[in-house]
């Protein structure tokens, strides 16, 4: 597989289980009928919960009507468009699979948008009085992703001391 196929293969699957996730906990467990902010406990550490996030991550800029939303949607599909580009342009396996993940959390936030006009937000860890903020699948597969660019950016074999 050449490293764009990796990337491809990555964006699919951080799609696929994010929508997948979705509709299994909206349709399947019927959050889509829970007040947003009902949970279920599942660990001393971690319970189910429902929100609908109007803005970006952490809901950082919230879109105000369907023109925000719009906007919103607008923004994502340019980022994804810039990341394709970047991917399918990419050399490193490392890079393309990164880029990937950006691009199928982006796109699984965005269907979300398109369809409820917002984005479903499910799973919350807190620990020792720390709230970590309630997050979905396609999030996870954002954070992975950047982690794995800079990972190519600052630690791959070509950068480290003494090489090249």
Not at 104 to 109: H, S, T, Y
Not at 122 to 150: E, P, Q, R, S
Request: net charge negative; hydrophobic share 55%; aromatic share 16%.
């Amino acid at each position: 597989m050449t490293s764009r196929d990796w990337g491809l293969a990555a964006a699919a699957i951080a799609l696929i289980a994010d929508q997948g996730s979705k509709i299994l906990m909206l349709y399947g467990f019927g959050f889509i009928n829970m007040s947003p902010g009902d949970a279920i406990d599942v660990l001393p550490f971690f319970n189910l919960v429902m929100v609908w996030n109007p803005g970006v991550s952490y809901g950082l800029f919230p879109a105000h009507g369907p023109w925000g939303t719009a906007f919103l949607a607008v923004f994502s599909l340019a980022a994804v468009g810039g990341l394709g580009y970047w991917l399918w342009n990419a050399a490193r396996p490392a890079l393309a699979v990164g880029l990937g993940l950006v691009i199928g959390g982006a796109l699984g936030n965005l269907v979300d948008r398109l369809i409820y006009g917002k984005v479903a937000d499910f799973f919350h860890f807190y620990v020792l009085g720390y709230d970590w903020y309630v997050f979905n699948l396609a999030d996870c597969a954002i954070t992975f992703g950047v982690a794995a660019l800079l990972y190519d950016a600052l630690l791959r074999p070509e950068h480290a001391p003494g090489a090249g």
